[in-house]
């Protein structure tokens, strides 16, 4: 299992920016794709963006509710994904957290990611 951890989150002013990064470490041979996932309270972790980590697909997929205002990139030399978050909303205030899969489906459901990092809060104020 890869060892997933995220660094960028805090607090923010609704309409800024934040950029959140994931490192990972231990078997990251294995991934064939990493993302974003969040969590609001009270409600279902739900995806956000995932990006192919291989030399070979580099393919990106965006949650409807994010797709023109995020963006996830990857440095694949420092085993890195970052989520450029732009045009911060209050509804964007989450815990979010860092995923890997050996799965090349691109999927959005949380249970076709193998390893979960701890989480970094994000909160947008109004």
């Known amino acids: 299992q890869v060892s997933l951890v995220e660094s960028g989150g805090g607090l923010v002013q609704a309409g800024g920016s934040l950029r959140l990064s994931c490192v990972a470490s231990?078997?990251?041979?294995?991934?064939?794709?990493m993302g974003w996932f969040r969590q609001a309270p009270g409600k279902e972790r739900e995806f956000v963006a995932v990006i192919g980590v291989t030399w070979t697909d580099g393919k990106r997929s965006y949650s409807d509710s994010v797709k023109d205002r995020f963006t996830i990139s990857r440095d694949s030399a420092k085993n890195t994904v970052y989520l450029q978050m732009n045009r911060l909303k209050p509804k964007d205030t989450a815990t979010y957290y860092c995923?890997?899969?050996?799965?090349?489906?691109?999927?959005?459901?949380?249970?076709?990611?193998?390893?979960w990092g701890q989480g970094t809060q994000v909160t947008v104020s109004t």
């Open positions: 995923v890997a899969t050996r799965r090349n489906n691109y999927s959005q459901k949380k249970q076709d990611y193998d390893s």
């Open positions: 231990g078997g990251t041979f294995t991934m064939h794709a």
